[in-house]
């Protein structure tokens, strides 16, 4: 790793970007900044941070039933797969937590956190580590608990799916549309369009976004 951290903040506020810019440690470059879902995921392609300083709750996103910041995390974290993503929020609610973790972040802390404190947990994740507020850490040890059984559990419900129909399912929760999952596994869009539904059907679940929640909870993307 590079002596200079490079970092990308999002955040809706453009006097908190500023005066977080300000705060952070000389070893940290503000290399871009965003204040929507749409600019958050364009500066974070540009620019391939090694950190992205995610607000949960942006304006500007297409699926109103995730946060903000999950919504840049599962539409660009595949495309820079070197960056890590520290959610930096006034939020301390459980599910606000455990939402934007379970999208990819490595970290959550609120703004109450000082220049010098961010800086380190920036270092941290930076460095592979996972970094939580203290008063949150609970809520992420609660959901892994819980994950652990859905985990157990998933592999049971693969073997729901044929071979073919989990090629689809990744493709597919990974934001692909059906003619580009076609000419991905030469086949026609007809074909990926039945293998959807039967997934779907199979899994129970109702439309592509549950089926991109459901894979990403599992870590199958």
Known sequence: MADTLTVVVVDDHSIFRSGLRADL?????VVGEAADVPSA???I????PHVVLLDVHLPGGSDASVSGGAEVLRRVASEVPSTRFLALSVSDKAEDVVG??????????TKGASGAEVSRAVQAVAGGDAVFSPRLAGFVLDAFGAAVGET???DDELDRLSARE???MRLIARGYAYKEVAATLFISAKTVESHVSSVLRKLQLSSRHELTAWATARRLL
């Not at 440690?25 to 470059?29: A, F, P, T």
């Not at 999208?103 to 802390?109: E, K, L, N």
């Open 166 to 168: 989990q090629e689809v």
């Open 41 to 43: 995921v364009a500066v």
């Open 152 to 154: 157990a559990a998933a």
């Open 100 to 109: 934007v973790i379970r999208a990819g972040a490595r970290g959550y802390i």
């Open 25 to 29: 440690d000389r070893s940290i470059e």
């Open 45 to 48: 392609a540009a620019t391939r």
